[in-house]
């Protein structure tokens, strides 16, 4: 497995909107509740609209091509 390298998430804790930064070309993006619950799976964006998430903290796998990385936000 190789990582993707430089990706950010801000603002953490967000709100409402969620940035995505270092991810080139097409991606996916999966946000997982703490107990690995599958919540949001979205495809190559940058900007993510989070708002209908519940108060809690949340891991997010970023897959592009045959890189990976998996990073962590504070829903407030």
């Avoid at 709100?15 to 080139?24: D, E, F, S, W």
């Avoid at 599958?38 to 108060?55: E, P």
């Amino acid at each position: 497995m190789i990582f993707i390298d430089l990706v950010k998430v801000y603002p953490n804790p967000a709100q409402n909107i969620l940035y995505i930064t270092g991810v080139k070309g097409s991606s996916n993006i999966q946000f997982y509740a703490i107990l690995a619950q599958l919540v949001i799976n979205k495809s190559s964006t940058n900007i993510l609209d989070q708002c209908q998430l519940k108060q809690s903290v949340y891991y997010i796998k970023i897959s592009e091509r045959k890189k990976r990385t998996q990073l962590n936000f504070i829903k407030h």
